[in-house]
């Protein structure tokens, strides 16, 4: 199935005991990166065209082919009523941070903005060509670097695989896509739009409950990384955080279906693009 690979059954731990000794170091962390990210930028604001980039939940798939209904496309409906006219979304199903940059994403047919080569250089040319009229631009990306670590039907995973996956997410975007993105929206030295990640829920914490101390972890990882380039939505709280059972999981997401998909369905592409309005407080 396309892109069953987000989170790939997350993280599981093979003792509980760690897991929660885990989740509660987290805990701590994860709230100071999260601060510190707010207390380093300054909003630009709204402007004429609005960048979506990242994987499968920033295309907005949708297992039954829905494909209209993402984030991205609710987020735009709020942000045109901000004077912005145009969404421009080049995400790409099954992309990594490395197939972002590097380019092979497997699932490019899919692509709703038309453009050749990698999602970064085209993001950027985009802004290029755009110069002070792109804000915001959102982004979501890591759920796909780690999916190989992850094994979904025995909640375990390959911790060094994982850290090693997670590190290089860590470079991916620290080095090459947060800093390229800033600088192609600096014009004359001003900063002319904003920047906004996403962390991730865990769709499978009703599942394997142990991966949530790996949820965590990686969205305290994506909260350090995005510091001083933008802001975090924290779309892991609003779709219930650490609460197991996790009723949102089956309202906000495909699991609970039929299809036993990780993807959010409308009800939950819509709390994440409120997220998204929240965070911005445009």
Not at 70 to 79: E, I, Q
Not at 85 to 99: D, I, M, P, V
Not at 208 to 221: D, F, G, I, K, R
Not at 254 to 265: A, E, L, P, Y
Request: charged share 15%; hydrophobic share 40%; proline share 5%.
């Amino acid at each position: 199935m396309l892109e069953k690979t987000f989170l790939r059954k997350q993280f599981p731990l093979r003792r509980l005991a760690t897991s929660l000794l885990l989740a509660m170091l987290l805990f701590l962390t994860f709230s100071v990166g999260s601060a510190s990210v707010h207390a380093q930028v300054t909003l630009v604001g709204p402007k004429q065209h609005y960048l979506a980039v990242g994987d499968s939940l920033a295309f907005g798939f949708q297992p039954d082919l829905d494909f209209s209904h993402g984030y991205a496309d609710y987020l735009y409906s709020n942000l045109k009523g901000h004077g912005t006219t145009s969404l421009a979304n080049f995400a790409c199903s099954g992309e990594t941070s490395t197939t972002m940059i590097k380019g092979g994403c497997p699932y490019s047919y899919l692509r709703k903005y038309p453009y050749v080569g990698d999602q970064l250089d085209a993001a950027l040319l985009y802004l290029y060509l755009n110069p002070g009229k792109v804000s915001p631009v959102t982004l979501d990306i890591g759920a796909n670097d780690i999916k190989g670590s992850l094994n979904t039907s025995t909640c375990a995973t390959d911790v060094a695989s994982f850290n090693a996956a997670l590190a290089q997410l860590d470079a991916n975007l620290t080095q090459v896509i947060l800093p390229k993105i800033r600088a192609a929206l600096t014009v004359n030295g001003v900063v002319t739009g904003d920047i906004v990640v996403m962390n991730y829920y865990d769709p499978y914490q009703n599942i394997c409950p142990n991966s949530v101390p790996y949820t965590q972890l990686v969205n305290q990882h994506l909260a350090q990384d995005v510091a001083g380039y933008g802001l975090l939505a924290d779309v892991f709280s609003r779709f219930g955080g650490t609460t197991t059972p996790n009723p949102n999981i089956c309202t906000y997401t495909w699991m609970c279906s039929v299809f036993k998909d990780i993807h959010s369905k409308d009800a939950g592409y819509q709390v994440i693009a409120q997220t998204f309005e929240d965070t911005l407080g445009y």
